[in-house]
């Protein structure tokens, strides 16, 4: 079982709301993901981190943004939430020297944006 | 373009019986490939890593192959189990980049009936 959390597990909310998804891993990896995850569809990158303070957008264009303060803290925030929004997120880690390093997925969070 | 394509998109099976999934990419340059198990409403678990020279690799009663002439990998079942339940993830990794950018398939959706 993989040492990487994710709160909170669902969450309904109206639009417009602010939200921050909390990502946090005690395995001390320096490289970590967000990736957005759709029923039946593939995970698509929307933001990485290489260690503290290094941020990059993903393959996915996301109108959401991530800080990366703490090694073991990396959340992912939407200033205004719609219901284009409503997706699963997962959180993920890996090694940081090694490129074929498994990634460890943390449980995800379902959102629901009405 | 780069891409994951697995097949079949769901599948059905008794518990007991074999079953094998496929998975065919035109991803390129190519590193590894990795097959993921996701439980509902988990992250996604790797099961299998294989590089361009290894034909095949077991994890229990899980045995992945690898043709990376044909570009095509198959990830065979053995006895299934009621916890074999899953969606089933092809995940190929290139070498285009430090970061080891990865291609994800949809998934195979399995269900083991009793």
């Known amino acids: 079982e993989a040492d990487i959390y994710q709160t909170p597990r669902y969450l309904v909310i109206g639009t417009g709301k602010k939200i921050t998804l909390e990502c946090s891993q005690t395995?001390?990896?320096?490289?970590m993901y967000w990736y957005q995850q759709d029923p039946g569809m593939e995970l698509h990158l929307i933001h990485y981190?290489?260690?503290?303070?290094?941020?990059e957008k993903g393959d996915l264009s996301s109108e959401s943004t991530v800080s990366r303060i703490r090694t073991e803290h990396f959340p992912l925030t939407l200033e205004s939430a719609r219901p284009s929004h409503t997706s699963q997120y997962l959180c993920?880690?890996?090694?940081?020297?090694?490129?074929?390093?498994?990634?460890?997925f943390g449980p995800g969070t379902r959102l629901l944006v009405l | 373009k780069n891409q994951v394509e697995q097949s079949p998109q769901s599948l059905i099976i008794l518990e007991g019986k074999n079953c094998t999934l496929q998975?065919?990419?035109?991803?390129?340059?190519?590193?590894?490939l990795r097959w993921y198990k996701q439980d509902t409403g988990r992250g996604p678990v790797s099961l299998t890593i294989?590089?361009?020279?290894?034909n095949t690799k077991s994890n229990g009663r899980y045995t992945a192959t690898l043709d990376a002439d044909t570009k095509q990998s198959s990830l065979h079942i053995t006895a299934s189990q009621l916890s074999d339940s899953a969606s089933y993830i092809c995940?190929?990794?290139?070498?285009?980049?430090?970061?080891?950018?990865?291609?994800f398939g949809r998934g195979t959706q399995l269900t083991v009936w009793p």
């Open positions: 993920a880690s890996s090694e940081p020297l090694d490129s074929s390093a498994a990634q460890y």
């Open positions: 395995m001390g990896h320096d490289k």
């Open positions: 981190s290489y260690g503290v303070n290094s941020t």
């Open positions: 998975c065919n990419y035109t991803v390129s340059p190519f590193s590894n």
């Open positions: 294989m590089t361009f020279s290894e």
């Open positions: 995940v190929v990794s290139d070498r285009g980049s430090t970061l080891g950018r990865l291609y």
